[in-house]
């Protein structure tokens, strides 16, 4: 399948944008649950971090299908929509996944570590996107 992501919109799927994304799931009685998030872009995926048992990874293994918003920081009439499904999660390099979103959006890796916590990592395949301005 071709890559549903338009050339164009991929300078605010970008690291140097610092653009954040609104992840929208749908919970377990149908009611819709967005949350903005750090995220990054290889180029084939969507890739996001949580922790286990927060409440995106409880939807995520229940609904694995999801939507997002990125609004372009330098003009919020610009954004691209995009929607897809969760193909990848991994625990193997979580922490240090969540240190470089932390770099990129902060400037530095000093993500705290939190007593008990599993971080997890997120790749979602676009599979449809929609673009204004």
Known sequence: MA????????DILGREAKAFASLALVTKDGTPHVTP??????????I??????????RI???HPKVALS???????YRYIQIRGQVVDETEEGAFDNIC?????????R????????????YRVKPE???TMG
């Open 128 to 130: 449809a996107a929609n």
């Open 48 to 57: 996001f971090n949580t922790a286990r048992r927060r409440v995106k990874d």
């Open 37 to 46: 998030m750090w995220f990054d872009y290889d180029g084939e995926h969507i």
């Open 100 to 108: 470089s979103l932390r770099e990129k959006y902060w400037g530095d």
């Open 70 to 76: 990125v609004q372009d920081p330098k003009n919020p």
């Open 60 to 62: 995520l293994h229940r």
């Open 3 to 10: 890559n549903a992501i338009p050339e164009r919109f991929l």
């Open 110 to 121: 000093n993500y705290p570590r939190r007593e008990g916590e599993q971080r997890v990592i």
